[in-house]
């Protein structure tokens, strides 16, 4: 185990130096990204100058819940760039290699790349949470606080456990399937806006489908101290994120299942 | 002239053959515009005061925004990029065309192709499924039709500009990302433009991004009546003048100091 943790740190080193050899192109794309996420953050704050409120939420509680969405999905998106190219790798028969090496593929994968540029997602996130946390008068205890790092957790792992699917999927297409993207960024789209004011179908979806909900809007309004008008109680609100932590460790178990049926396309 | 036209027709029918990516694209697409059209739902539904838009006319401009997102100047032209990188960029320069109109013909086909095969199946789907409406009036129709060919001439003289600066660059992956940040924001994609705060309006209305999105469907909803067609229209051809003299300019001075890679 710390083994596999020394040789992820090694992984992760290697991808920093060489992102770094190309400064300029990578600041500029920094800055291009942090326009694009910084933009999906501003309409969030124009609608609410228009508006006012959405269905009796406030702009802090909403800038909440986009914190605690986009800072998940910017952890898990850096760390699975390897998942993402896997449909090339299968393609081209790469993976092969990766399999003769006496490691997980998982965590091969996992540390092909930190791309840092998708951390500037995590940015906006961060601000918005801050922000929210300074005007919403919150009870910074012991019990809220943790849960506020379980949240995070479980959603950068329900986010990675919805990657490492789409990847397996290309054992079968050998390629990756654009259309998983609609899960992924629609995803994110959907629940930094509080689930309850969506169509009840789509709600469910994101609560019991893809539990995108279960890590963000119910352990956000425990911690806002806000009564759900969905009606869930505070023990489940509290206890919800695990479900993002099972969902991960339920994806890998998919994973070795498409490893094991890997056949090489190379020659 | 003959010669534009061959390269615009030949490089549309090849873009053509992406069929599983458009569809993949439209699938996408349909739920990104539920997604939209629920959370405007909501907020319309929070108040009883007088908005600048109609929520009817907010879900049809995102209908529109889903359906002709492929006509947005969101990428540079790759093929291009490999000419750069490869060293091809020196047969670039002797074929017997104007290198900028060569390019810039084939950025319209780029724009144009995979945009019309996700447009018609989304437009249908919006019209049948989900209760969008029809333009205005006959008037606001063409005026739509012509004010979307403007923009998707904007588009591309933008794209154009992109693809120059990869003579610099190489790459070009930073400049387009930061010009499609600007573009998302200040087009009407994120936020129907009407709906920002009313003293950013001069400022938004005076950039040329609004010509890509905003004003051909504020045309098509009536919103902006026909009697204004003119005006706005200037606007985009103003801008389209400027990218492509831009373009023009950058590109000469980049092929005075160009050196081709490769051996």
Request: glycine letters at 8%; aromatic letters at 14%; proline letters at 5%.
């Amino acid at each position: 185990m710390l083994d596999s943790l020394f040789i992820y740190r090694r992984f992760l080193a290697v991808s920093l130096r060489a992102q770094m050899q190309y400064k300029a192109s990578f600041l500029m794309q920094l800055g291009g990204r942090l326009i694009i996420t910084a933009g999906e953050f501003m309409a969030i704050l124009v609608l609410f100058d228009r508006f006012d409120s959405l269905i009796g939420w406030n702009v802090y509680q909403v800038a909440f819940i986009y914190g605690v969405v986009n800072i998940s999905f910017a952890v898990a998106d850096a760390m699975t760039t390897g998942f993402d190219l896997f449909g090339d790798m299968v393609k081209t028969g790469d993976f092969d290699r990766i399999l003769i090496r006496p490691r997980s593929t998982a965590l091969q994968l996992a540390g092909q790349e930190l791309t840092l540029r998708r951390i500037s997602r995590l940015t906006p996130g961060l601000v918005a949470l801050t922000w929210a946390a300074m005007n919403l008068d919150l009870n910074w205890t012991f019990a809220n606080a943790s849960l506020l790092m379980v949240s995070v957790a479980g959603g950068a792992s329900l986010f990675a456990g919805l990657i490492v699917l789409q990847a397996t999927l290309a054992f079968w297409t050998t390629e990756t399937l654009e259309m998983m993207n609609t899960l992924t960024y629609g995803g994110v789209e959907t629940t930094q806006y509080p689930i309850n004011i969506y169509r009840p179908w789509f709600r469910n979806f994101f609560t019991f489908g893809i539990p995108l909900a279960t890590v963000s809007y119910f352990p956000a309004l425990a911690i806002m101290g806000t009564p759900d008008p969905l009606g869930t109680p505070l023990w489940f609100q509290y206890t919800a994120p695990a479900i993002g932590i099972a969902f991960l460790i339920g994806s890998l178990q998919v994973w070795r299942i498409g490893v094991r049926h890997y056949l090489s396309t190379g020659s | 002239m003959i010669s534009y036209w061959a390269i615009v027709s030949a490089r549309f029918r090849s873009l053509l053959q992406y069929r599983s990516a458009a569809l993949a694209g439209l699938v996408t697409q349909i739920v990104w515009g539920m997604i939209r059209v629920m959370i405007f739902q909501a907020f319309y539904s929070s108040t009883n005061a007088e908005q600048p838009m109609d929520g009817s006319d907010v879900e049809t401009y995102i209908w529109l925004g889903q359906a002709f997102l492929a006509a947005l100047p969101w990428n540079i032209d790759t093929d291009l990029r490999s000419l750069i990188r490869s060293g091809g960029i020196g047969y670039e320069l002797i074929r017997p065309v104007d290198l900028y109109s060569y390019w810039l013909s084939r950025a319209l086909s780029w724009r144009t192709a995979p945009m019309l095969m996700r447009a018609i199946p989304l437009l249908i789907f919006a019209f049948v499924v989900m209760g969008m409406s029809p333009p205005v009036s006959w008037a606001a129709a063409a005026a739509f039709f012509v004010s979307m060919c403007a923009a998707i001439l904007l588009s591309s003289a933008i794209t154009t500009f992109l693809n120059v600066t990869m003579l610099w660059t190489i790459t070009g992956d930073g400049v387009t990302q930061m010009t499609f940040g600007l573009v998302l924001i200040f087009s009407g994609m994120l936020v129907p433009l009407p709906l920002y705060p009313d003293w950013s309006q001069p400022i938004i209305n005076a950039m040329p991004f609004r010509g890509l999105v905003d004003t051909p469907y504020r045309l098509y909803l009536g919103h902006i009546p026909v009697s204004e067609f003119a005006g706005v229209l200037t606007h985009q051809l103003v801008w389209i003048l400027a990218f492509i003299v831009a373009g023009r300019i950058a590109m000469a001075r980049a092929l005075r100091r160009v050196v081709v890679q490769g051996g």
